[in-house]
């Protein structure tokens, strides 16, 4: 005999049932959801992510202006020297003693000179 028959696997069309086209229709709904949920979640990471390079890239700018500068403005303490004779202020650096700043002593910083005198009088 000549003719034989087997079964093969071949590639053909397959027309879906009612019940397989339901089942892929709640997947696909589920990946849908899935995936906005993964949208969501991405566009607030990169967000926050943008948000905490830029901080970076602030400081960054900040410590290497200061490296390239060799300095900084600081509030620090000061000695100032008043002369009541000549109404003059001159305020010193307290790292290197030079003078940073002169000017004329204020009505304010009178009257604190006047309390001083009376509570030790």
Do not use: W
Not at 68 to 95: L, Q, T, V
């Amino acid at each position: 005999m000549s003719i034989k028959e087997k079964i093969v696997e071949e590639n053909a069309e397959h027309l879906f049932t009612k019940d397989e086209m339901l089942n892929m229709s709640k997947v696909l709904t589920d990946k849908l959801i899935n995936r906005k949920s993964l949208q969501e979640t991405r566009s607030i990471l990169m967000k926050q992510y943008t948000n905490d390079i830029n901080i970076l890239t602030c400081e960054i700018d900040n410590i290497t202006n200061k490296l390239n500068s060799g300095k900084e403005y600081r509030i620090m303490e000061c000695k100032a020297h008043y002369d009541f004779a000549k109404n003059n202020k001159i305020i010193y650096h307290p790292e290197t003693t030079e003078i940073i700043k002169e000017s004329t002593i204020s009505s304010e910083e009178r009257q604190e000179k006047m309390s001083f005198i009376k509570e030790f009088a």
